[in-house]
């Protein structure tokens, strides 16, 4: 731990390694899985996700911000088409590399939402730009490289792919937590991770396959809610 403290972004970059590492194992292991034990798993990681989702939404503090966040986000997400585009650049990987994976776009936009949304992605890269903790990334990192096992057991090597835009976002949060500073309540951690729950609520319901919902267009959101919280 003391080791990735002094390394830039080093929670970021073990989070990265984790889930490189799981879903490497997961699609060298996904073979010998059966088709229907690899359905229940898939099933119950929906059904986990959803849980998660529905905890963390329940503890927001402002309704308002994070209702008007939601809905702003995903009217700006919709214009801006960020959905198909996601979606189009996980077709443009799996063209780019010649992987014939049917489910690979799924998998890449699922594990891009699944490890990207979340509020210790948020709040662990604040942390470790602000104080060098890399604390919870690391924990983080435990637990999607355990997932990326299941999910590129299921959905194949687009799990792995979604290593570049957590390196990204993460980092790219780890890099600006100092000029944020003044604006980091407690309210506005509260609010983000409200947020980030109905995103990952929405994400079970899609695991589950009761719902198509276009989650990526709801992406802006988490930038409104910060601008709506401090406004507030």
Known sequence: MEFLSGVPAGGTLFNVA???????????????????????????????????????????????????????????GDWLRLDDRLNGL????????????????????????????????????????????PTLLVTKGVIDGVASVFLAG????????SVLPIALY???LTLLAVHMAPFLTERLYTNLSALGGLMILGIGLNLLGLTKLKLCD???????VVLITVLL
């Open 18 to 76: 984790a889930v490189a590492l799981g879903a490497t194992l997961g699609l060298a292991l996904g073979r010998f899985i059966p088709e229907r034990l690899n359905h229940t798993i898939f099933h119950c990681f929906g059904l986990f996700t959803l849980c998660l989702g529905v905890g963390m939404g329940l503890k927001m503090q402002d309704a308002v911000a994070v209702l008007a966040s939601l809905v702003l986000g995903a009217l700006i």
């Open 218 to 224: 709801l992406l802006p959101g988490l930038v409104l």
């Open 90 to 133: 996980g077709d443009l990987l799996k063209t780019r590399f010649h992987l014939a994976e049917g489910h690979f776009t799924q998998g890449f936009v699922t594990a891009t939402l699944l490890f990207c949304t979340g509020s210790m992605g948020i709040i662990g890269a604040i942390d470790d730009g602000l104080r060098h903790d």
């Open 170 to 172: 993460q980092g790219g």
């Open 154 to 161: 299921s959905l194949g090597p687009g799990v792995l792919f």
